[in-house]
């Protein structure tokens, strides 16, 4: 692929959603430093992320999540250096469920 966009799409579509269904507003954008503008421009600026950092996610539901590692060399919402990415699916036991309820 070419873009987010794209990898976005194809990502979804074996789940049956098709890019004209997808809430782009409700996407989270966790590793770029986009801008959305006045005038409906995107600027886009360097990434403030380093190597070894992570965030965690919780779903309190069954959910889809698709994620796009930004493939773009000649943009600055990844350094200019596009690198790979790591997700990890943690299914918590019972014991771990019980803390986060404390």
């Not at 194809?10 to 997808?22: C, N, Q, R, T, V």
């Not at 590793?31 to 503008?37: G, I, K």
């Not at 959910?63 to 350094?79: G, K, L, W, Y």
Request: hydrophobic share 35%; proline share 8%; with cysteine.
């Amino acid at each position: 692929t070419t873009n987010c966009f794209d990898n976005f799409v194809s990502a979804m579509a074996p789940y049956g959603l098709p890019a004209e269904d997808i809430d782009w507003n409700s996407c989270i954008n966790f590793c770029m430093d986009v801008r959305h503008l006045p005038d409906g421009r995107l600027e886009y600026y360097p990434c403030h992320n380093k190597p070894g950092d992570y965030f965690d996610l919780m779903a309190q539901m069954d959910i889809i999540v698709a994620i796009s590692n930004c493939p773009q060399e000649r943009n600055a919402c990844n350094n200019y250096n596009p690198t790979a990415m790591m997700a990890v699916i943690f299914n918590p036991n019972e014991e771990y469920k019980a803390r986060l309820k404390s």
